[in-house]
């Protein structure tokens, strides 16, 4: 009798549709150590940009998701207190995707005179905050032996240490990094993204799982799409869209398969009303801040603090942790561009504010996680497709 009940409560909260009920706990997606994207020089272009307001190095670290030494060589890095102490003051991480498929980034990292045709990975790289070659490192000299020994931990820290910068790196506060985020996107000339919302709901023990792919194309005073898609019925693939555009950004149009109607707005906000409500965050998660209106309501963080850093598709995040300015918990992941990469935030319900099936079983606490993923890219030629969208013939009205 659970299953509806807790169907019941995701219509309720309105911006959750089921598309996945099961028993025990989903483990949740693997993140990516590192970034597979074609565009591996945007994160070492963010990793400058932090390295300069924060005066430290930029190391990067070419190797795989593929490669068993490159994992090992991480792992050591987060688990020795005096490496990871090192790294956090002194240099911002970037791990390169390359090697495979077969020459993938090799001329990248000829550019930065790495030499991983020789020296295999995973091959270090030291860069100054200007993006000068300081070091160039194979990491066949630092290992033990086998892979189950890993390297050694005092080689690897005397490395770090001999090409550190020199005293002691600038701590930036996280109000001053959320700061650089909403100063990134306001000056955002173009921008596009494409990214998911994870939404788990969980109630005496069982637990449904909606997932919502959307994307984002954006021109600075000019053309706009925003895409979502969901799913109809639970178990569905999310094949039902939601799309708001304009060619201006003075007007607006949108489309949802669920009206079947295309429907013209005089405002962003008008426009973006609908889809607020049923998108899972994403409509309030980026947009607000490409406007110039800063964090979204539901993305705004009250009494902001530092909890650490993660890698993210090859690119070193500080995850900002805070409560939401309405409800609930919310942690952001920045990376050293100011760029968002991820966002998690956490909320208690109150089932009985919300509707229930007639003999449901009570249920005393409901817990609501939600994680927004994006992988955004900025300032880059957009192709004028990418804007253009048109309601299925013969279903709009």
């Not at 390169?96 to 045709?117: F, H, M, R, S, T």
């Not at 109630?203 to 895409?227: H, I, Y």
């Not at 993305?299 to 890698?311: I, K, N, Q, R, Y």
Request: some cysteine; glycine content about 10%; aromatic content about 8%.
């Amino acid at each position: 009798m659970l299953k509806p009940l807790i169907l019941s409560l995701c219509v309720g909260l309105g911006s959750i549709s089921a598309t996945t009920l099961a028993q025990q706990a989903e483990p949740p997606a693997k993140v990516k150590l590192y970034g597979e994207s074609a565009n591996a020089k945007a994160p070492i272009a963010a990793a400058l940009a932090d390295a300069k307001k924060t005066h430290r190095r930029v190391l990067l670290q070419w190797g795989g998701n593929w490669c068993g030494w490159c994992i090992r060589l991480h792992e050591l890095m987060a688990a020795d207190e005096s490496i990871a102490r090192t790294l956090r003051g002194s240099y911002v991480v970037v791990h390169l995707d390359a090697g495979k498929p077969a020459g993938k980034n090799i001329d990248l990292a000829e550019q930065y005179k790495a030499d991983v045709k020789k020296g295999g990975f995973p091959y270090l790289t030291v860069l100054d905050a200007d993006g000068a070659v300081l070091a160039n490192q194979e990491t066949g000299a630092l290992e033990i032996g086998t892979l189950a020994q890993g390297h050694d931990p005092k080689k690897v820290l005397g490395f770090l240490a001999r090409h550190a910068a020199k005293g002691e790196g600038v701590v930036l506060t996280p109000a001053a990094r959320l700061k650089d985020a909403r100063a990134r996107y306001a000056a955002a000339k173009t921008y596009r993204d494409t990214g998911m919302v994870e939404t788990r709901i969980l109630a005496d023990g069982q637990k449904v799982v909606d997932r919502k792919p959307f994307s984002t194309v954006f021109e600075r005073d000019g053309r706009f799409l925003w895409e979502f898609r969901s799913s109809p019925m639970p178990g569905g693939k999310p094949t039902m869209k939601y799309v708001v555009w304009s060619s201006d950004q003075m007007t607006f149009r949108s489309w949802w398969d669920l009206s079947r109607k295309e429907t013209a707005f005089a405002s962003f906000d008008f426009a973006m009303a609908g889809p607020t409500g049923v998108s899972g965050g994403s409509a309030t998660a980026i947009i607000p801040l490409l406007r110039k209106a800063g964090f979204g309501a539901s993305m705004a963080v009250v009494d902001p603090s530092e909890v650490g850093v993660e890698t993210i598709d090859g690119v070193e995040c500080t995850i900002i942790t805070g409560k939401r300015a309405f409800a609930g918990d919310v942690k952001l992941w920045l990376d050293g561009d100011g760029a968002i990469r991820k966002i998690v935030h956490v909320q208690e319900i109150d089932p009985a504010k919300l509707p229930q099936p007639k003999g449901a079983p009570k249920v005393e606490k409901v817990m609501s996680e939600t994680t927004i993923t994006i992988t955004p890219v900025f300032d880059q030629p957009i192709d004028t497709k990418d804007f253009e969208f048109t309601p299925p013939i013969g279903k709009g009205e």
